[in-house]
């Protein structure tokens, strides 16, 4: 016969740790969870409170059961209740609902252009590097989708592209020989 030692000293992972609640915690959990419910369906303080009275009063209508087990299908039958309440909340964080739903401002990309030429001068290599990729997507688009017969056309598009880089460069020389 094998012996496995002293199995009281086996630790058992948390994951797999399970306790026994008795009949009055379960009744707790059971009331808490029933009010997290109440309010989350309740648009104001005042049905919220009156749904939490009423809940008080039906748990306490039965506290004094003697009838063990009819106390425990009273029990059981309100959690089957608050189960069938209970759904899976699908409000995305940045969806309307979300926690975080218009909490940022977004300011779409076009915007910049519409910056007037003095607020573009303080920031020159930023909006040389800006151009030259808003052309070099132009130009992916053109390749890809074909050329708009009104838009200009990829010659001249490449020589803006270089005049961009050419002005990017000597901002940042600019910049050098100013620090």
Not at 8 to 34: D, E, G, M, W
Not at 53 to 79: M, P, Q, Y
Not at 154 to 165: F, H, L, T, W, Y
Request: glycine content about 4%.
């Amino acid at each position: 016969m094998t012996t496995f030692g002293n199995l009281a000293n086996v630790k058992i992972p948390r994951h797999l740790q399970f306790t026994y609640l008795s009949h009055a915690q379960r009744v707790l959990r059971y009331y808490k969870k029933h009010c997290r419910h109440i309010e989350w369906c309740a648009f104001t303080r005042v049905p919220a409170r009156l749904g939490r009275v009423e809940l008080r009063r039906l748990i306490d209508s039965h506290k004094d059961e003697k009838d063990f087990v009819k106390a425990t299908e009273l029990l059981e039958r309100g959690e089957q209740q608050v189960l069938s309440y209970w759904f899976f909340n699908n409000n995305h964080n940045f969806s309307p609902g979300g926690t975080c739903y218009d909490r940022y401002q977004y300011f779409p990309d076009y915007t910049i252009d519409y910056w007037h030429p003095l607020e573009k001068a303080q920031y020159p290599k930023y909006f040389a590097t800006r151009e030259i990729r808003k052309m070099e997507h132009i130009l992916w688009w053109h390749e890809k989708y074909g050329a708009d017969p009104e838009q200009k056309t990829i010659e001249e598009m490449m020589d803006d592209v270089a005049e961009q880089r050419k002005v990017a460069k000597e901002a940042e020389e600019r910049k050098a020989i100013d620090k």
